[in-house]
C-alpha cells in the first residue's frame, strides 16, 4: 500500500471536502486553555494585554517582582535565575494552549501547571528543590486563561485541524474512544476572553472538582 498505493477514486472529492472546512475555520476564532498560576499583579496585566510569549527577560523581571514583593526567598530567587528552560528552543517565544475541555479533567495533564507559579519552564528545575518547590506551591492561584486564537495560530502538527474535525464527524457515535486534543503554540501575543480562577465555581465545574490545592 505505501510503495504501490493505488489511484485513490476519492481523492479530489476528499481534497473538496478538506478545502471547503479551511474556507470556513479560517473566518472562526478558537478558544484556547492555557492552565497557570498567577499573582494578582499578573492576573490583572493578562487581562488587559494578553499572553504575550514566554521569553528570558520577562520571565527575570517576575522573579524579580516576587522577591522584592517578599513573595520569595533570596534563595529561591538565586536558584530561579540561573535554574530554568526559559531559553529552550521548544519554549522560548511560544505560548501553550490546548483546545478540549476534556482535557481540564485530566490531573496527570495539568496538575502541575496549576500546582506551581512560573509554569514548566521553571517547575521542571525544581524537582530535587524542595524548599524551591514548596514556595511556588504557595505562590499566586491556579489559574484556567481562556485565549482567542486566529485558525494561523493552529498548530495542530498531524493530522490536520480539518482532518481532526473529519474524525470527529465519522465517530460522532463513540465519543469515547476519540481523543481529539492537541498541544498547540503561537508565537505571538494572543487576547484573553476570560481568566478563570480557583475561587471560581466554573473552576470546579470545568475541572470535575478533581484539584484540590
Known sequence: MRINRPKNEYKKKWDSI???INKIMKSKKFVGFHCTRLINKE??????D???????????ERLKYLYNQNKISKDTF???KTN????????????????CLDTLLSCSGIENLLKFWGGEAIYRCCEDNYKTKNELLNTGI??????SLNYNQLNAFN????IRLIKIFLNKSNMQFNYND???FAENSVSVIDIITYNDDLFDYLTGSNFKF
Open 18 to 20: 478538506i478545502d471547503s
Open 43 to 48: 492576573l490583572n496585566i493578562i487581562k488587559k
Open 50 to 60: 494578553g499572553l504575550h510569549p514566554l521569553n528570558l527577560s520577562c520571565l527575570m
Open 78 to 80: 538565586e536558584f530561579l
Open 84 to 99: 530554568n528552560l526559559a531559553s529552550e528552543k521548544n519554549r522560548q517565544g511560544k505560548i501553550y494552549f490546548f483546545h
Open 142 to 147: 491556579p489559574c484556567i486563561v481562556l485565549g
Open 159 to 162: 493530522p490536520e485541524i480539518e
Open 182 to 184: 492537541f498541544d498547540n
